[in-house]
């Protein structure tokens, strides 16, 4: 009795979804404040769901985790096409799909977990309800690039890939400039244009377009024809991949037939590029970000972030706060209910301010 009331705790981690700055910033601060300040045994579950589903799992010690704040990508590994609620197996040219969550429940209570931390996405995190359902204590962290986590204002890994793709669309300016041009340059994002407008107006973009505002042809090509006529000679149009026309659709790069969320947007900037260039008669040239964004040391924005996250997840483990994600309103900390995040993505509101502001000086959002 005595020496089950003296264990040590022990926490499990994992990384799901896609990759991007900052996630190892999170895993250090989780692991470092766990281990300091509580004792707790560090558990690193490989590649998200797969390594709970297939029993690959490794214990993190400080040496782990130590130095790997600047470094990008995930130590654990990650995947996009494990959902255990819907696990595909190849067979033949296909795939059958199999529930493994009980899998996943059996392999942590034998790895004797208190709890996992998991870092993820929406999708990652709508699993993580579930499974939290199913009897996995659960503390969510925000994760991606797209910042379309409904519940916080802010992931980590935003500020990199903007950063990022700012730096591209600076780049594209000067050849824009030098070759009296249109440069179309696409964004990441998925379904939510945050990475589009916040990239678009740090770069300066003379037209955003972003999904959550159906653009109208004639108003791009009434743009770039106006700066011309002002004797700007070029434009740089930054495309969220989500992005589509009035009364059109989304231009898909592939499908991921195994994964939960198979869709795979992607194209947009080539199409919308040929349809400039022939309504304008100016050359045009696109450029696709894609995952250039996802890679690399994360900002100091980030890593600070993370790490205050990271750290936050430690406290609602030690509060037994389970079922939550740590999460940023208003520029404060804050919990939100797993249930509440699992429902969809978070889009840029039509009247944000930043949508105004570009407005103001004269930027087109293609309407
Ligand atoms: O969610 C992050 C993200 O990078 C999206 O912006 C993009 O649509 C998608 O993932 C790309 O997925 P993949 O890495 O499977 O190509």
Redesign the pocket.
């Known amino acids: 009795m005595s020496a089950r009331i003296n264990r040590r705790k022990r926490i499990g981690i994992l990384t799901g979804?896609?990759d991007c700055p900052g996630i190892n910033a999170v895993i250090r601060a989780v692991a470092k404040k766990a281990i300091h300040d509580y004792d707790m045994a560090i558990v690193g579950i490989e590649d998200g769901y797969e390594g709970l589903v297939h029993d690959r799992k490794r214990k993190l010690e400080n040496r782990d985790v130590s130095g790997i704040l600047t470094l990008g990508g995930t130590i654990l590994g990650t995947t996009?096409k494990v959902n255990p609620y819907r696990y595909a197996v190849r067979k033949g040219s296909d795939f059958i799909y199999k529930d493994m969550s009980k899998t996943c429940v059996r392999n942590f209570r034998k790895y004797d977990l208190d709890c996992i931390v998991v870092i993820g996405?929406d999708g990652t995190l709508g699993i993580a309800y579930r499974l939290m359902k199913d009897g996995i204590p659960i503390v969510g962290v925000p994760k991606?690039?797209?910042n379309d986590i409904i519940g916080t204002d802010r992931t980590f890994g935003f500020d990199t890939a903007t950063w990022i793709a700012t730096e591209g669309i600076d780049r594209l300016h000067t050849t824009a400039q030098s070759h009296h041009r249109v440069m179309v340059v696409e964004v990441?994002?998925?379904n939510a244009g945050w990475l589009a407008l916040s990239s678009g107006i740090a770069g300066g973009g003379d037209i955003i377009l972003i999904p959550e505002i159906p653009y109208r042809m004639e108003a791009i090509t009434e743009k770039v024809r106006e700066r011309n006529r002002k004797g700007k000679r070029f434009s740089i149009v930054v495309v969220a991949?989500g992005a589509k026309p009035e009364g059109g659709s989304v231009v898909i790069q592939r499908m991921?037939k195994e994964s939960s969320d198979p869709i795979?947007?992607g194209g947009i900037g080539f199409v919308l590029g040929d349809q400039i260039e022939k309504a304008t008669g100016i050359e045009t040239r696109a450029v696709v970000m894609g995952?250039l964004q996802?890679g690399g040391s994360p900002t100091p924005f980030d890593r600070i972030l993370a790490t205050e996250l990271g750290s936050l997840a430690i406290d609602l483990v030690v509060q037994k706060n389970f079922g939550y994600m740590v999460g940023v309103r208003k520029g404060g900390f804050v919990k939100v209910n797993l249930k509440d995040v699992a429902v969809g993505h978070r889009t840029v509101p039509l009247n944000h301010p930043l949508i105004r502001t570009a407005e103001s000086i004269g930027t087109s959002f293609g309407r």
Request: charged residues 30%; proline residues 0%.
């Open positions: 979804g896609g996009k996405g991606t690039i797209d990441m994002g998925h991949e991921v795979r947007l995952h996802r």
